[in-house]
T-cell receptor, first 115, second 115 residues
Framework: AQKVTQAQTEISVVEKEDVTLDCVYETRDTTYYLFWYKQPPSGELVFLIRRNSFDEQNEISGRYSWNFQKSTSSFNFTITASQVVDSAVYFC????????????FGTGTRLTVIP | EPEVTQTPSHQVTQMGQEVILRCVPISNHLYFYWYRQILGQKVEFLVSFYNNEISEKSEIFDDQFSVERPDGSNFTLKIRSTKLEDSAMYFCASPPAMISTDTQYFGPGTRLTVL
């Protein structure tokens, strides 16, 4: 059975600090996709990144970076030099196999960046 | 980011009433999804729809729920007899490519309040 665990319920950091959001997943499939979504206070779900199970390269996009490690079944998200606008709930999600695949979401991490 | 639109943004209804939530997915797409997020909780999969048929549904998607694509464009979620516990944010999602494992972009959501 698939499962996504985000152990950090809430994190508070002071502006300009770096912060890492943890995501651990479980799946029996060898082909799967991992995602991060941001949910700001306005409520929409904003896509941040998708990673497939065959690509373990880390990715950097501006202040955002992602560390995918199959050995530990983790897909962690780091925000460098955090800003107040980064305050949101961040969800990690998993999609399995090939075909019409729904997303399994973690419980989310609420990040508060204090000015 | 490809646009998925949803109407209405907020729906208030009395318990036992029927509601129809509407979604206009990214054009020419075949895969559509509905998700639900109870306030303060994680996003949960309800149903996926492919080629005018339900392809997968969760335990939440019981007989009071139905989906259809009545005019080939809009994608609707109907709740026949609403309950208090149906109060949630409902999100429509669609991948922007013909491949279902591509990224699911979410609409802004419809907040359903059942009184």
């Amino acid at each position: 059975a698939q499962k996504v665990t985000q152990a950090q319920t809430e994190i508070s950091v002071v502006e300009k600090e770096d912060v890492t959001l943890d995501c651990v997943y479980e799946t029996r499939d060898t082909t799967y996709y991992l995602f991060w979504y941001k949910q700001p206070p306005s409520g929409e779900l904003v896509f941040l990144i998708r990673r497939n199970s065959f690509d373990e390269q880390n990715e950097i996009s501006g202040r955002y970076s992602w560390n995918f490690q199959k050995s530990t079944s983790s897909f962690n998200f780091t925000i460098t030099a955090s800003q107040v606008v980064d305050s949101a709930v961040y969800f990690c999600a998993l999609s399995e196999g090939i075909g019409a695949n729904n997303l399994f979401f973690g419980t989310g991490t609420r990040l508060t960046v204090i000015p | 980011e490809p646009e998925v639109t949803q109407t209405p943004s907020h729906q208030v209804t009395q318990m036992g009433q029927e509601v129809i939530l509407r979604c206009v997915p990214i054009s020419n797409h075949l895969y559509f999804y509905w998700y639900r997020q109870i306030l303060g909780q994680k996003v949960e999969f309800l149903v996926s729809f492919y080629n005018n048929e339900i392809s997968e549904k969760s335990e939440i998607f019981d007989d009071q729920f139905s989906v259809e694509r009545p005019d080939g464009s809009n994608f609707t979620l109907k709740i026949r007899s609403t309950k208090l516990e149906d109060s949630a944010m409902y999100f429509c999602a669609s991948p922007p490519a013909m491949i279902s494992t591509d990224t699911q972009y979410f609409g802004p959501g419809t907040r359903l309040t059942v009184l």
